[in-house]
């Protein structure tokens, strides 16, 4: 049995036209029932380092009996010099974390994966704590399961006060070992079981 946090994050590589970039993580999330792929801004744009792709492509599992088996996907993230993609942003402004959406009815037949919805979000009454125990799913340096196309499990821990911008940007710390090729990863609360939504294209959902 496959735990459904590792069919949450998808293997991102990023293009301009036909010249591979780089390479980062991603997962997907579903709200009134559009699914996004999501990752850092900085996969997206980033114009300190001139990183300026036009498409990304992500790896997708299409056969739930047989994990091997999987395709690329290319998406666009411009259409006629427009960003199809939307930036983050908080009550006090910008933060490191982009979406795209994704068509599913262009999905191949037998894609399998996993969604996270709004009900993981931590609300205002939940008390995250410094020290609470995280997973980051994610593709350090590209680094993953290359047979069966899985992403591996980092352990870390919040850092700084979450919900406290640090340092006045937007973003909080973890404390783990992390490489290029692990933003956009999704960080996960380690002390609850995560139930996370189940897509399947062409097939009975799981």
Known sequence: MIEPILLTAARVCTFQEQRSLTNASGFFF?????????TSRHVMIANRT?????RLEIEL???????AHST???????????????QGRDVAGEIDVAVIEIDRSALPPGT????????HLPGHQDEIEVGSSLLVV??????HDTLHHMPVVR?????????????????????ARTHRGTSGAPVVMLACTVQVTAGNVGASSA
């Open 112 to 119: 399998v994966y996993r969604a996270f919805s709004p009900r």
């Open 138 to 143: 994610g593709f350090p340096l590209g680094f």
């Open 155 to 175: 352990q870390a821990v919040v850092a700084s006060s979450f919900g406290l911008r640090f340092q006045g940007e937007g973003f909080f710390l973890t404390d």
């Open 61 to 67: 599992h299409i056969d739930s009996e047989n994990l």
């Open 30 to 38: 579903e709200r009134d029932d559009r699914l996004y792929l999501v």
């Open 72 to 86: 690329g996907f290319s998406i666009p993230l411009y259409r006629n010099g427009i960003n199809l993609w939307r």
């Open 50 to 54: 001139r990183h300026f792709p036009d």
